[in-house]
């Protein structure tokens, strides 16, 4: 087994965990020395993939590794619902952007994982420190939502679709997010 595929088991079996993961228990698992795994582990986190030491073990911090970009329209007053809705079906609102005719992709980070982060967004544009990206574009914006399954970002499509929320696609925009393979990121 390559150094490569060595890590992408580490990273298998840190998902799957349901607790800490030892570095003597992958050591075992994997055949190696714990100190390789410590390397490993070392090189993983250089790649931006979030592994916390404990002192039971090592676990991913993050384990939402698929996303789906959604193209939505809605008024100011749904802003709340919408983000509510991504949060209570299991999903992170990793960015809002927009897309704008003369200005291109004007794109904000969100990282929004709980209804306590909805309510500091929403407060932070309740006090005018910010508003909607959205309305740059007649209430037209996009979402990077992340999620553990795609069966999950199929039921958050669903539920958008429901509401009312999901907006079709425009001739000048640059790519057709839906129909993208959504390929398992090794990290978020």
């Given at each position: 087994m390559s150094g490569e595929e060595r890590r992408e088991q580490i990273l298998s079996i840190l998902r799957e965990a349901k607790e800490p993961v030892s570095g003597t228990a992958l050591a075992g698992r994997l055949h190696v020395t714990r100190q390789v795994i410590v390397q490993d582990i070392a090189l993983i986190r250089a790649k931006g993939c979030e592994i916390?030491?404990?002192?039971?073990?090592?676990?991913?911090?993050?384990?939402?590794?698929?996303?789906?970009?959604?193209?939505?329209?809605?008024?100011?007053?749904?802003?709340?619902?919408?983000?509510?809705?991504?949060?209570?079906?299991?999903?992170?609102?990793?960015?809002?952007?927009?897309?704008?005719?003369?200005?291109?992709?004007?794109?904000?980070?969100?990282?929004?994982?709980?209804?306590?982060?909805?309510?500091?967004?929403?407060?932070?544009?309740?006090?005018?420190?910010?508003?909607?990206?959205?309305n740059l574009t007649s209430g037209y914006h996009y979402h990077t939502i992340a999620a553990e399954s795609e069966e999950i970002l199929d039921a958050i499509q669903e539920r958008l679709q429901k509401e009312g929320f999901l907006a079709q696609l425009k001739d000048y925009e640059p790519v057709d997010f839906w129909k993208q393979d959504n390929k398992e990121k090794e990290h978020v």
């Open positions: 916390n030491s404990t002192y039971k073990g090592y676990v991913l911090e993050n384990k939402a590794i698929f996303t789906r970009v959604f193209k939505v329209i809605h008024e100011d007053a749904d802003v709340e619902r919408e983000l509510k809705l991504y949060v209570d079906m299991s999903g992170t609102v990793l960015d809002v952007f927009v897309y704008h005719k003369r200005y291109g992709v004007v794109k904000a980070e969100m990282n929004i994982r709980s209804r306590r982060d909805v309510d500091l967004y929403l407060s932070d544009m309740r006090t005018g420190k910010s508003s909607p990206l959205k």
